[in-house]
């Protein structure tokens, strides 16, 4: 089983930036898609941004230009940094990692605990 802790959110004013960290249990960027999802109150949980092994990266077309993932092997961490935010960005985010068959078929998802992200003023 892979573990996965989020840290790094906050209350940020509009406008202002954070970047949260998801630590791994051990390095799995080469097998597994990481991924943020966010959940705000009231709604479902939603994709932010994903990784891939290759390195390509995807965004939600409501973070786009706004948010970038990213990851360092060395620290078996994967980023979100985010930046411009605003009060619909609120939300509890939380690290994900999907493994993958040689046939693409997910076989394996985790979840971290999540990190609470508040903007407002």
């Known amino acids: 089983q892979v573990q996965l802790v989020e840290s790094g959110g906050g209350l940020v004013q509009p406008g202002g930036s954070l970047r949260l960290s998801c630590a791994a249990s051990r390095n799995i960027f080469r097998l597994y898609v990481m991924g943020w999802y966010r959940q705000a109150p009231g709604k479902q949980r939603e994709l932010v941004a994903t990784i891939t092994t290759s390195g390509s990266t995807t965004y939600a077309d409501s973070v786009k230009g706004r948010c970038t993932i990213s990851r360092d092997n060395a620290q078996n961490t994967v980023y979100l940094q985010m930046n411009s935010l605003k009060p619909e960005d609120t939300a509890v985010y939380y690290c994900?990692?999907?493994?993958?068959?040689?046939?693409?078929?997910?076989?394996?998802?985790?979840w971290g605990q999540g990190t609470q992200v508040t903007v407002s003023s």
């Open positions: 994900n990692a999907e493994l993958r068959s040689l046939s693409y078929a997910i076989i394996g998802n985790y």
